[in-house]
């Protein structure tokens, strides 16, 4: 039998009582009404009131082009906030553990190590995919959250279909699967199959392919009763009211996103396809998201020779199954022509 989600809560999280804004107080028609409960400064400037904390407007405009009820979502200051709140609603710092698949993003290990999270490591096959069997050993009832990357950063590649269905049924615990790239895959969203499987979370963020990192906006996608507990501990004012008109603005322009995210696919292929003629590349793996991962002969070597060409890469070589590995991000055309002529002259 799997634990309930408020089984899987931390207990003070459920004992909580929120702290209540003033934004919260009162929530009736603001039309005509005179506001001194919240001690801003009067005078208009148009940032002088504080944001709306539960970020209605956005939450509405996302969960439509989305598809998703605005109960299944919350946001945070960039999709870190939002894993990081993760973390704290389900783990207990001391004695709780999470468990990630290496090579992945690093921010989960460093947010569970900022809480005092155990983590467990089961490395990613040499497809870079879960190994199941590995992953079913672990019956540790501690282990809390188990943080699936699809498409997986540094690796490109979105995880088998199959196997993630796996994991969803039988892991006891929260599976988060951060789809920071998603818009750059074939594969569907899991946001699909929230109501299927009540411990799958979904995280992405507006900082890929939507081309706003600097605004910070991360989303995460759960099941209403987690959404809630996600709530109880945010800090009230989370996002901010530029970064909401700004993400507002762009799903009102989501063609101009969709054209983006197609130029950025047809130069991935170029990329790869040019890259694969150099003889210092080695492999090149298939990618689905807006970066490629490439094997050279001497990853540390070529990282500072591309330096010296005023090109900054990251070398991933210390990662596990990807030793002499540099990740490129997929630039304008005029960026990858700078890259694959500064590749050409080595040897
Ligand atoms: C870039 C990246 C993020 C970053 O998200 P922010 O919304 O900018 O905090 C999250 N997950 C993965 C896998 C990433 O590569």
């Known amino acids: 039998m799997k634990p309930t989600i408020s089984e899987l809560i931390r207990p003070s999280v459920l004992r909580l009582k929120p702290y209540s804004s003033a934004r919260d107080d009162f929530k009736g028609k603001t039309d005509g009404m005179v506001f001194i409960d919240a001690n801003e400064n009067p005078f208009g400037s148009g940032l002088n009131r504080y944001p709306d904390p539960r970020q209605t407007s956005l939450r509405k405009a996302i969960g439509s082009h989305k598809g998703i009820d605005p109960s299944y979502i919350l946001l945070g200051n960039g999709s870190d906030e939002v894993l990081d709140l993760i973390v704290r609603v389900f783990c207990e710092p001391g004695s709780d553990k999470v468990v990630t698949l290496p090579p992945t993003y690093g921010m989960y290990e460093v947010i569970a190590g900022i809480n005092d999270i155990g983590i467990v490591r089961i490395n990613l096959d040499n497809h870079f995919q879960p190994d199941l069997k590995a992953i079913a050993e672990v019956n540790d009832e501690r282990c809390k959250i188990l943080f699936l990357c699809s498409p997986n950063n540094p690796s490109g590649n979105a995880l088998s279909v199959e196997k993630v269905e796996a994991i969803l049924k039988s892991f006891k615990g929260i599976v988060v699967i951060d789809e920071a790239y998603s818009d750059f895959s074939k594969t569907d969203s899991w ?89 210092i590349v080695k492999k090149i793996w298939p990618s689905d998201a807006n970066f490629l991962l490439v094997r050279v002969d001497n990853a540390d070597k070529r990282y ?42 080595l040897k």
């Open 191 to 279: 946001t699909t199959r929230l109501t299927e499987y009540p411990n799958l979370i979904v995280t992405q963020t507006l900082s890929k392919a939507y081309g706003l990192a600097a605004i910070r906006l991360g989303i995460c996608y759960a099941d209403p009763q987690i959404i809630e507990a996600l709530n109880r501990i945010k800090p009230p004012y989370n996002v901010n009211s530029l970064t909401q008109e700004a993400a507002l603005l762009k799903l009102h322009n989501i063609d101009g996103v969709r054209k983006e995210v197609k130029r950025i696919l047809e130069e991935r292929r170029r990329l790869s396809e040019s890259l694969k003629k150099s003889p």
């Open 304 to 345: 500072e020779d591309l330096l010296d060409m005023k090109i900054v890469v990251r070398n991933r070589s210390n990662l596990p199954g990807c030793e002499n590995c540099l990740r490129f991000t997929v630039g304008t055309e005029e960026e990858n022509n700078k890259l694959l002529e500064a590749i050409n002259k």
